[in-house]
């Protein structure tokens, strides 16, 4: 064959390779550290393009310079590219809110609302936090099989694909709820209804906050400043 079929892992490749290519012919130079990364300086202004497989989001002070590497991209990849333009961006999966200068808030209330619909259980009023004290307390497994307590194959798919789920959002934009996230992931072979209980406070906690934003603003690019909320270091 002379053409590569979409989702075949060579495809992929073919195509980076491809684009790669592409950009190096209108002056871009791949960055050091991240090989999904190009840089160009236009007018004394960087120009960025960042992609995951073929989604691009290509960045630049000026519309009319991005406009020219739309067209230069149309010509090698045919005119029905699909744009995106403005302040309100779902870049995978990711909602970007650029409307405040300086300022891109980050959020992903389409998908946990997803997680809720896929819960088979009512999740109920709100929680103040992600975990209790008791989060790293565990039943022990023969213990929880003697009391039946462990959960049945159905639930125990369902607390699976609900930690899966969590753990997409917990590595993008819910920080908050990583360190109860990573506990719920070491247990998923084998559950029992303590970390049921636990899944559901972290449910709880995100319906409570389904509205949070993790927000990134930069003033001076010469300094970089991180905030962690003390408590949920203990």
Known sequence: MRKAMYGLLR???LFYLRLVKDLH???????????????????????????????LKISHKKKS?????????????????????????DYLGVDHDYSEKGVVKLSMIKHID????????????????PAADHLFQVR???????????????????????VAQLLFVSTRVRRDIQTAV????????RP?????????????????????KLVLSVDELGIIRWWVDASYCT
């Open 11 to 13: 495809s992929a490749l």
């Open 25 to 55: 012919e209108f002056g871009f130079e791949l960055n050091p550290y991240d090989p999904c990364v190009a840089n160009k300086i236009v007018d004394g202004t960087q120009m960025t393009v960042v992609w995951h497989v073929d989604d």
């Open 65 to 89: 310079e991005i406009d020219k590497l739309l067209t230069y991209l149309k010509s090698k990849y045919g005119q029905g590219l699909v744009v995106h333009e403005g302040d309100l961006h």
């Open 114 to 129: 997803r997680i809720f619909k896929d819960f088979p259980d009512e999740i109920g009023k709100s929680a103040a936090t």
């Open 140 to 162: 022990d497994p023969e213990e929880a099989k003697r009391d039946g307590k462990l959960l049945d194959i159905q639930r125990k798919k369902d607390f699976h694909h609900s």
């Open 182 to 189: 990573a506990f719920l992931t070491t247990r998923v072979k």
């Open 192 to 212: 029992d209804e303590d970390d049921w209980g636990k899944l559901k406070r972290v449910l709880k906690y995100l319906k409570g906050t389904l509205h949070m």
